[in-house]
């Protein structure tokens, strides 16, 4: 199946700090998802960017998928970033609709 | 409701006994989708409804584990004969269409088999 590594696994960041989160997939796609993973647990979507790049206040996203990869921006970290961020990507010819998820990345943002 | 919510929030279970936990998603989401994630690691898929029908149920990682949603909005995910591998938190989403952009997760329900 399709293999998605990211990295860093951990991030430590003073506030006010950029960072960039990188994903790294096996094999063509048609699907890719940013999430944030709260402390409570809590899965939020963040983008949906299968290719291009798209913003949302802080947080940016840009997805290379002819070379395999996509990257997170998070500028101006704060403490309620932290928590895991994780990229999931269905590949393309997949049937239905199952995310294949990275190990993610644990980010602990300090003030 | 507002959102995807799910019970119990916590559940410890002893050893062979069985488990149903309970998915309710946002109202008139068509997709619904069961994930398990283990402690440190990324959430798994184990199966997907559309509507009432259920897809995709590849990564039911057994035969104990059964998963309905018998009039195409209320889930349950059920385990029978509970071992201690199972202990994970198991992770509902719903989605408006038959497209797996813009999941909305639950909190998830954490199960520790003892």
């Known amino acids: 199946g399709i293999q998605v590594e990211q990295s860093p696994p951990d991030l430590i960041l003073q506030e006010g700090a950029n960072s960039t989160l990188r994903c790294n997939f096996s094999?063509?796609?048609?699907?890719l998802q940013w999430f944030h993973q709260n402390p409570w647990g809590q899965l939020i979507n963040l983008f949906y960017?299968?290719?291009g790049t798209k913003q949302n206040g802080r947080l940016s996203a840009t997805t290379v998928a002819t070379e395999r990869y996509s990257l997170l921006y998070i500028s101006s970290s704060q403490t309620t970033d932290s928590g895991v961020y994780f990229c999931?990507?269905?590949?393309?010819?997949?049937?239905?609709?199952?995310?294949?998820f990275g190990e993610g990345t644990q980010l602990t943002v300090n003030p | 409701g507002a959102g995807v919510s799910q019970s119990p929030r916590y559940k410890v279970a002893k050893r062979g006994q069985d488990v149903a936990l309970r998915c309710d998603p946002i109202?008139?989401?068509?997709?619904l989708f069961w994930y398990q994630q283990a402690l440190g690691q990324g959430p798994e898929f184990l199966t997907y409804?559309?509507?009432?029908?259920?897809?995709?149920k590849s990564g039911l990682p057994s035969d104990r584990f059964f998963a309905e949603r018998p009039e195409g909005s209320v889930s349950t995910l059920k385990i029978q004969r509970t071992q201690q591998e199972d202990s994970a938190v198991y992770l509902c989403?719903?989605?408006?269409?038959?497209?797996?952009?813009?999941?909305?997760f639950g909190s998830g329900t954490r199960l520790t088999v003892v």
């Open positions: 960017i299968p290719s």
């Open positions: 109202s008139g989401h068509v997709s």
């Open positions: 999931a990507v269905t590949p393309r010819g997949t049937s239905g609709s199952r995310l294949t």
């Open positions: 094999d063509s796609v048609n699907n």
């Open positions: 989403a719903s989605s408006l269409v038959d497209r797996n952009y813009g999941y909305t």
């Open positions: 409804f559309q509507n009432e029908a259920q897809l995709d």
